[in-house]
């Protein structure tokens, strides 16, 4: 049996040899060198050269499935929550700017300046009251955990003007 697989091969071996993008001369001249170290059948060669580009290939599915994975992993961190600076001033008696908008879950940066009076920034929904004087700036953060709209405002009645102060805070849902 051995003697006529060595002389011609059978139709399925040459197809499972074409399969793995070979011609069969070249995987006999490579298999030579093995077949004369090992002392093997031609059978027993294929068998375990083919074996080895399975395992082979094998492994190059496992690593380009491992790097789809950590893309996608990276593309999903790539749109998460971002950091969002605003600078907002409180002046004789608005906010500029009067809106601020940012994706839930970003982490929202406010530095906060007046340059005429003592004003506040209050959000009641986020629990934040800061307050600021001239010449001294503040600066805080929070996470826009909450969808919507949120009215923001000064809260010192210092002045009559500082109840009019009004801005608003819209977190835009993710998607």
Not at 56 to 85: M, N, W, Y
Not at 136 to 142: A, I
């Amino acid at each position: 049996m051995s003697r006529s697989v060595r002389s011609r091969p059978s139709q399925s071996l040459c197809v499972l040899v074409q399969a793995q993008g070979l011609c069969l001369s070249e995987f006999r001249d490579a298999c030579s060198e093995q077949r004369r170290a090992a002392q093997l059948p031609f059978t027993e060669a294929l068998y375990s050269s083919y074996n080895r580009r399975s395992m082979a290939a094998h492994g190059a599915i496992s690593r380009a499935l491992i790097f789809l994975a950590l893309a996608v992993v990276c593309a999903a961190q790539d749109q998460g929550p971002t950091e969002k600076p605003f600078a907002v001033t409180a002046h004789r008696f608005a906010f500029e700017p009067a809106r601020i908008e940012v994706n839930q879950d970003d982490l929202v940066k406010i530095d906060l300046r007046t340059t005429d009076i003592a004003h506040s920034l209050t959000i009641d929904a986020y629990r934040i009251a800061k307050r600021v004087e001239p010449g001294h700036p503040v600066t805080f953060e929070f996470r826009a955990d909450h969808a919507g709209t949120f009215p923001y405002y000064c809260n010192l009645q210092l002045e009559d003007g500082c109840r009019r102060m009004r801005g608003e805070l819209v977190v835009r849902p993710r998607r």
